[in-house]
């Protein structure tokens, strides 16, 4: 399973934008790269996935170069409560269903 | 997405005693999965739940430490066998769907203190 390097922890005000970005440099063709948010007592919740390109929904943006060894998600206009950890996952691999969460990105929002 | 409830959602329990946390999904899915996450740790996949077979257990994992049972598409248990502190932890129930690229999705989780 290729595996991803974020940045342990991030400040931000609110109202900014913030971009994290995950480095995945052994990702195989068939991997998607999907983000998860987790906020303490919960289960980690879906924000995005993508396998190219840009990848836009109502919560946020994902950007992925041609060569899809890194990828960044940017969250337009952050508040408190956006204050989570961040999770960005390659794969699974054709044929697993395995996903393998990294250390995640620790992101706080300051008012 | 599917909604997916754990029971309990918090426990203390006993060193040496055994519980069995329950995951109930609001549909039928193919793919059922129990996690482990550690006080301030990432998720550690325990084991992927089979219907009508046995679980598939990742490294580190035993079937006679963390049993699973599937009867159906829309319930699994986990159970946390004689239980030490380390055993500390939220146990988190995901589902998925057959098509592997397909997002999970988690449970609120059940949050385990041993003493």
């Known amino acids: 399973l290729a595996k991803t390097t974020q940045p342990i922890s991030m400040d931000s005000y609110e109202g900014q934008e913030v971009n994290i970005t995950c480095s995945h440099n052994?990702?195989?063709?068939?991997?998607?790269i999907t983000w998860y948010q987790q906020f303490p007592s919960q289960g980690p919740r879906f924000i995005i996935q993508g396998y190219k390109t840009k990848v836009t929904n109502e919560v946020a943006s994902l950007f992925i170069p041609a060569d899809r060894k890194s990828s960044t998600l940017s969250l337009p206009r952050v508040s408190l409560s956006d204050t989570a950890v961040y999770y960005c996952l390659v794969g699974p691999e054709a044929g697993s269903y395995q996903l393998t969460f990294g250390k995640g990105t620790k992101l706080s929002v300051i008012p | 997405s599917a909604v997916i409830s754990q029971k309990p959602s918090r426990d203390i329990c006993q060193r040496g005693t055994s519980l069995t946390i329950q995951c109930q999904v609001d549909?039928?899915?193919?793919?059922m999965f129990w996690y482990r996450q550690q006080p301030g740790q990432s998720l550690t996949l325990i084991a992927t739940?089979?219907?009508?077979?046995?679980?598939?257990?990742e490294s580190g994992f035993v079937i006679d430490k963390f049993p699973i049972s599937r009867p159906n598409l829309t319930f699994s248990t986990l159970t946390v066998s004689n239980m030490s502190p380390e055993d500390s932890s939220i146990y988190l129930c995901?589902?998925?769907?057959?098509?592997?690229?397909?997002?999970?999705?988690f449970g609120d989780g059940t949050r385990l203190s041993i003493l």
């Open positions: 549909s039928q899915v193919t793919m």
């Open positions: 995901s589902v998925g769907s057959s098509f592997g690229n397909q997002p999970q999705h």
């Open positions: 739940a089979n219907q009508g077979s046995e679980a598939t257990y």
């Open positions: 052994n990702i195989a063709t068939n991997d998607y």
